[in-house]
Nanobody, 123 residues
Framework: QVQLVESGGGLVQAGGSLRLSCAAS????????MGWFRQAPGKEREFVAA?????????LYGDSVKGRFTISRDNAKNTVYLEMNIVKPEDTAVYYC???????????????WGQGTQVTVSS
């Protein structure tokens, strides 16, 4: 069955960096768009970044992370990454990896989700 397993979360100081990974299995990874979303306590889950399937690797970013976060994928390893730089306390959230056939920022378009990894940014 489809599995998405995030890793790499933790505690980081403001201004620092962190890299999240999401290992995928159970589907043809290279045929799926991959996304990262995040959810802070009391807030809705919001779009962070997405990367298209193989061939061009087009990317999309949420306005709040544009220029600081970078999404990438390694189709040989069935893994998608989120490089987080110049992190801010407002980046604190549970970060979720998602997979879908549509390359989009829309949360509901992604049918497959991981369990999430906590990122906490201290000021």
């Amino acid at each position: 069955q489809v599995q998405l397993v995030e890793s790499g979360g933790g505690l980081v100081q403001a201004g620092g960096s962190l890299r999240l990974s999401c290992a995928a299995s159970g589907f043809t990874f290279s045929s799926y768009a991959m996304g990262w979303f995040r959810q802070a306590p009391g807030k809705e889950r919001e779009f962070v970044a997405a990367i298209r399937w193989s061939g061009g690797d087009r990317t999309l970013y949420g306005d709040s992370v544009k220029g600081r976060f970078t999404i990438s994928r390694d189709n040989a390893k069935n893994t998608v990454y989120l490089e987080m730089n110049i992190v801010k306390p407002e980046d604190t959230a549970v970060y979720y990896c998602a997979a879908g056939r549509v390359f989009t920022t829309t949360r509901n378009a992604y049918p497959y989700w991981g369990q999430g990894t906590q990122v906490t940014v201290s000021s």
